[in-house]
Structures are given as C-alpha cells and as structure tokens.
C-alpha cells in the first residue's frame, strides 16, 4: 500500500508564505513525477506544478514566480514553497505522486494524499 502524507497547510495572511509537504510511504518500486494540485470551493481540480525525479518543474501561471516545487527522492518527498499568496490561493492543496509498484511491472498508477486546507485572508 502507498500512502501520500501532507502537512503543512494552514491560514496566512496577503503576502504571506507557507510551505507544504507531502512524504510518500509504503512498499514501491520508483515514483515517477510527484506534484501538488488544488481545489476551491465550487471549481474543479486543477494543477499547481509538478516536478520529475530528475528536477523538471512545471507551473500554473497562476503560481509562477510566487511558488517553488522541490523534492528530496532520498526521502520520497515532494515540498511546494508559496510566497506572496493571495486571497485566490484559497483551496484544498492535494499532492501527487505517479509510482510504480513493481520492477517487473512498468505500469505507473496515480497516488493522491488526503488533501491540505491553505487559506489566505484579505
């Protein structure tokens, strides 16, 4: 069994920073792309950034500029550094891992965490 854990969440001001976690746990063969997408309220999931394992990040243009994605696959964990949020920041953020189970086995499957409330006040 995967499990994806995030922490980090919480309520901050305009222009205030946080930074989430998210550890991957359990038995796997690799993890592939990991990423962070989010949700507000009455709107549909949408990417933030994700990152390969070789370092390749991508962005929402939303969150370019302002937000960092990093990984330490030592540690099977993907960080999301936000700075200078916004009101229109405020959702649930989920991280994403892709994973390969087994090495005889090349299908990757989709793992999601629990889901982590960032909210940002005027």
């Known amino acids: 069994q995967v499990q994806l854990v995030e922490s980090g969440g919480g309520l901050v001001q305009f222009g205030g920073s946080l930074r989430l976690s998210c550890a991957a746990s359990g038995t796997f063969f690799s993890i592939n792309t990991m990423g962070w997408y989010r949700q507000a309220p009455g709107k549909e999931r949408e990417l933030v950034a994700h990152?390969?394992?070789?370092?390749?990040?991508n962005y929402a243009d939303a969150v370019k500029g302002r937000f960092t994605i990093s990984r330490d696959n030592a540690k099977n964990t993907v960080y999301l550094q936000m700075n200078s949020l916004k009101p229109e920041d405020t959702a649930v953020y989920y991280c994403n891992a892709v994973i390969r189970s087994r090495w005889r086995d090349p299908k990757e499957y989709d793992y999601w965490g629990q889901g982590t409330q960032v909210s940002v006040s005027s």
């Open positions: 990152i390969t394992y070789g370092g390749s990040a």
